[in-house]
């Protein structure tokens, strides 16, 4: 089975920050990644998919990229809506997530 | 809009049995498939299995193989997920998720349901 590794655990960031989660592949997944964000209590959200289409409705400041093993998601400019935990996705394994804190 | 709508939250007992249920609504039920997705308290994302309501299929994780069972109601465009010999661990909440098995935007989960929580203690 591949692995999904993201770094960082957690994240702390203030409001205007750019922020960059990555994520991690135990063996080349082409561009076959999501990524969702998910806040307490709540469903995950789809943000991004085939590492680099934003989902419908998602704000532009949210971006991926990479390819193979190694991604990236990036929030421009972080929003107070954005403090949130990250997860990336290949096939039907999540990474175990990024919590993006207040600083 | 597609909608997800699951049953609430449980309580039961170790060595028992729950069944889980998730009502579509506002797409084609049949056209895609339904995953189910557990979250322990603090805890990540972690997949159960999927089936495909217009062929009936379900595929589970092998960790749940043997204990999980997934079946689906067309005419009523419901899913259920049923897992049995409960034990602590097993509490979490459970979601289910529309899956776009692989299509052209791959495997992904673009709607959930907001998650149903059970509890196994004794």
């Known amino acids: 089975d591949i692995q999904m590794t993201q770094s960082p655990s957690t994240l702390s960031a203030s409001v205007g920050d750019r922020v960059t989660i990555t994520c991690r592949a135990s063996?080349?997944?082409?561009?076959?990644l999501a990524w969702y964000q998910q806040k307490p209590g709540k469903a995950p959200k789809l943000l991004i998919y085939?590492?680099?289409s934003l989902e419908s409705g998602v704000p532009s400041r949210f971006s991926g990229s990479g390819s193979g093993t190694e991604f990236t998601l990036t929030i421009s400019s972080l929003q107070p809506d954005d403090f949130a935990t990250y997860y990336c996705?290949?096939?039907?394994?999540f990474g175990q997530g990024t919590k993006v804190e207040i600083k | 809009q597609v909608q997800l709508v699951q049953s609430g939250a449980e309580v039961k007992k170790p060595g028992s049995s729950v069944k889980v249920s998730c009502k579509a609504s506002g797409g084609t039920f049949s056209s895609y498939a339904i995953s189910w997705v557990r979250q322990a308290p603090g805890q990540g994302l972690e997949w159960m299995g999927r089936?495909?309501?217009?062929?009936?299929?379900?595929n589970y994780a092998q960790k749940f193989q043997g204990r999980v069972t997934i079946t689906a109601d067309k005419s009523t465009s419901t899913a259920y997920m049923e897992l049995s010999s409960l034990r602590s661990e097993d509490t979490a909440v459970y979601y289910c998720?529309?899956?776009?098995?692989?299509?052209?935007?791959?495997?992904?989960?673009?709607?959930w349901g907001q998650g149903t929580l059970v509890t196994v203690s004794s």
């Open positions: 996705q290949q096939s039907r394994t």
């Open positions: 063996q080349s997944i082409s561009s076959w």
């Open positions: 998720a529309r899956d776009g098995d692989g299509g052209v935007r791959g495997v992904i989960f673009d709607y």
């Open positions: 085939k590492a680099s």
């Open positions: 089936i495909i309501p217009i062929l009936g299929i379900a």
